[in-house]
């Protein structure tokens, strides 16, 4: 492993030394041990953690590493096939940080120093509250959407004009498909849409939606909507509404309640910005309701955080890492630097 040689190492406050590098995976080495931040490929380390339970942060943990990860993201990945075998939440110097992002989500304090934060909102969305981040020395920066262009509509809003366009529909006798995210976006649908009815859930979600009721989020309990001649005799009976996957409105299933039953499909993600998503993606709508911090949240949140070194990954990584550089702060991309050590710090 190469050492990092033009930052220089510097002793944490607790007397540690701790670094950061990128070498197929993000992993922070103390004095005492080493720690893979939601590793996609076995990475060897004492420690792995897994931030929350989407699917591209779940897999591959080190075999012979210990996890860390919170209860509620040890059972959703359960759910979803993956055993997170004998995580757990507390370790001497390592504090789990509320992320906002889905139930369960956490990024994680390291010897108060480094604060990597996983997928992370700052906006209370529905029965998520957002979370404000923690001060800290290092931080690591989801930056999904920092770029100017993405600044997200009020959840009040998107709520007030979808709820206009469902009735619009129903008095048509329109049925409406709702899609998100099975994890997470479906379940703030559910909430955020719960005085509407009958709503049918697709397989997928109602598997989602089951877990969260288990674990003491209160949401409305609907009827998976069924497939073959069940699906035609429950849904013939319009108007409905079914929250499905998102998937391209070309998909089968969003074909069939269209063709069959004249659906109307409302998409939920922050891609919506973009426009031409509705078309590129199939659908008839799209509402930018997401589960990440637009442009402006995540200044918001390197300002709460107050580091003194910024290592941006995902999304924009390069360009937000520009731009919080314009506004004082000490700031690279971590993704796509080659040296196995980037920095030395406290
Ligand atoms: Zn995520």
């Known amino acids: 492993m190469k050492e990092a040689k033009t930052q220089g190492a510097v002793i944490s406050r607790h007397g540690k030394r ?27 380390s004492d420690y792995s953690f897994v931030s929350h339970a989407h699917i591209d942060h779940v897999h591959s943990p080190d075999g012979n590493s210990k996890l860390l990860a919170s209860k509620e993201t040890v059972e959703l990945a359960r759910v979803r096939g993956y055993e997170l075998k004998g995580a757990v939440e507390e370790l001497n110097g390592i504090d789990l940080v509320d992320a906002g992002h ?56 998107i709520v007030s004009q979808v709820s206009k366009l469902i009735a619009e529909c129903f008095h048509r006798c329109r049925p409406v498909v709702l899609t998100g995210y099975p994890l997470g976006k479906a379940q703030l649908i559910t909430h955020l849409f719960r005085n509407w009815g009958p709503i049918y859930l697709h397989e997928s979600v109602h598997r989602m939606n089951e ?74 709508y799209a509402f930018d309701l997401s589960d990440h911090c637009d442009f402006n949240e995540l200044v918001q949140l390197a300002k709460y955080c107050n580091p003194s070194k910024i290592y941006t990954v995902h999304g924009f990584a390069l360009e937000f890492a520009e731009h919080l550089k314009f506004l004082g702060f000490d700031a690279e991309p971590l993704e796509g630097v080659e040296q196995s050590t980037l920095t030395s710090y406290a």
């Open 211 to 284: 877990a969260h009721i288990k674990l003491g989020v209160e949401l409305p309990k609907h009827s998976f909507c069924e497939t073959g001649s069940k699906q035609q005799s429950l849904l013939k009976k319009r108007p409905w509404i079914v929250i499905s996957p998102a998937s391209s409105g070309r998909s089968q299933f969003i074909r069939t309640m269209r063709e069959e039953f004249g659906a109307v499909v409302i998409a939920f993600t922050g891609w919506a910005v973009d426009r031409g998503y509705s078309y590129a993606m199939g659908v008839d």
């Open 18 to 44: 701790i670094s950061v590098s990128h070498r197929g995976g993000i992993m922070v080495r103390t004095g005492s041990y080493s720690l893979a931040l939601d590793p996609r490929r076995a990475i060897k």
């Open 102 to 157: 889905i139930l369960g989500s956490r990024g994680i304090l390291i010897e108060d120093s480094v604060f990597y934060t996983g997928d992370f909102s700052t906006r209370d969305r529905g029965f998520l509250k957002g979370s404000p981040g923690v001060k800290c020395d290092t931080m690591i920066m989801e930056t999904t959407y920092g770029n100017p262009r993405y600044v997200f509509t009020d959840t009040e809003k």
